[in-house]
């Protein structure tokens, strides 16, 4: 409901009453730690929400074998919230401990690693490294084409992702085909409203008026 104040506050109810109770490893403890993380991260509060998710992280390490799924999440959010604060070499850390668990336990087309690789190109797209954040989104794009019906959101976001790198490189008319493949599956898929729509619209003129 983004009540977060009122989040906070039954989470760290139930963070007291675990903390009395449970020895100090439990994987409980990690689930209240990284809920409370979370909710920091919903306040734009990443500072103190990567405090929360790396005593998570302390808990998962302690008690996990290291290729279990919950590292990996526990990876990719504190690498999420060094993205957002801009430390983007410390994002690209957590993000490719996350990928390298991925490809050991998942199967090669499975769309978390697609995510992974999106949220690795998104990272050197920030940092102006555009061709190798076309490496990785491409990388993405090929697993969801093979997995994802025609139109899901996930594959225009690819999509826009590669077409705004593009774009940032000064290839023009690459980029305009990937953004009207952006808007079509848009158009297809989400109310005339929506702001997705008009997003996806402006970046096509914005290419169209450099070209």
């Known amino acids: 409901m983004g009540d977060y104040s009122k989040a906070l506050d039954f989470y760290d109810k139930a963070l007291k009453i675990e903390e009395k109770t449970l020895p100090p490893n439990h994987p409980l403890l990690a689930t209240s730690y990284n809920n409370i993380g979370l909710v920091y991260a919903n306040m ?12 998570a992280l302390k808990v998962y390490e302690k008690t996990l074998p290291p290729n279990h799924s919950s590292l990996a999440i526990s990876y990719n959010n504190i690498g999420g919230m060094y993205d957002n604060m801009g430390d983007y070499s410390k994002a690209l850390e957590f993000y490719d401990k996350t990928l390298k668990i991925e490809e050991i336990t998942l ?9 992974s690789y999106n949220n690795i190109g998104l990272v050197y797209g920030r940092m102006g490294d555009y061709s190798k954040a076309l490496e990785f989104y491409n990388t993405a794009l090929k697993i969801q084409e093979k997995t994802l019906s025609p139109n899901p959101p996930s594959l225009a976001a690819s999509y826009n992702n590669i077409g705004m790198a593009y774009s940032s490189m000064g290839d023009y008319s690459k980029a305009l085909s990937f953004l009207e493949k952006t808007l ?3 158009q297809k898929s989400l109310p005339p409203t929506h702001p997705h729509i008009k997003r996806a619209s402006d ?9």
């Open 44 to 55: 734009g509060d990443y500072s103190k929400a990567l405090e929360f998710q790396e005593k």
């Open 107 to 115: 199967p090669p087309n499975h769309p978390s690693l697609a995510t």
């Open 184 to 186: 079509a599956i848009f």
């Open 203 to 211: 970046n096509i003129d914005y290419v169209k008026k450099k070209m």
